[in-house]
């Protein structure tokens, strides 16, 4: 599986892994909805399981992916600063979509 982090989202994640209530998790990228050919994505600390495999990042982040969710596969984690703050994940190999 892969997955892909941008310079600004690998900042706001080392933040988030350094917090205290992150001690013994990884970053998870996770399908929230599917509408047919694209889905919505979000993120969480969390332990890995039997299922996740841990992708290693250019950025030095670990993510926990699903392995038994095609969706993940591919996942681009982007974090922008403008038009506003926020973190946008996409897969552009499985139908991207953003609202």
Not at 75 to 85: H, N
Request: hydrophobic share 35%; aromatic share 8%; glycine share 6%.
């Amino acid at each position: 599986m892969k997955c892909k982090i941008n310079r600004n989202a690998a900042k706001v994640l080392k933040k988030m892994l350094e917090s205290e209530e992150a001690e013994g998790k990884m970053v998870r990228v996770y399908v929230t909805q599917l509408h047919g050919d694209h889905a919505h994505y979000d993120i969480k600390l969390d332990t890995p399981t039997g299922h996740d495999e841990i992708v290693q990042t250019d950025k030095d982040i670990d993510v926990l992916l699903d392995t038994r969710d095609e969706f993940l596969d591919g996942v681009w984690i982007q974090y922008f600063y403008v038009p506003r703050e926020e973190m946008v994940i996409t897969n552009s190999s499985k139908g991207s979509h953003r609202h």
